[in-house]
């Protein structure tokens, strides 16, 4: 569980689980990398993910 002050409620804490609150942080910071990297379907990702698991194979 994380714990921190509401910034539109500085009177009051809000407790939430640590696991939801990483992933929502991650989502936000990683909010418009797939368009930067040129990712722009889902049939580029799954090129992606071919290639990778096909450089560890190799590896």
Known sequence: MKTFQSELLP???????????????????MTGEAEHAGLTSDDDVMALV??????????
């Open 11 to 29: 009177a009051f804490f809000l407790i939430v689980n640590s696991a939801v609150y990483a992933m929502q942080v991650l989502q936000k910071e």
């Open 50 to 59: 071919k290639e990778l698991r096909t450089e560890d194979e190799n590896a």
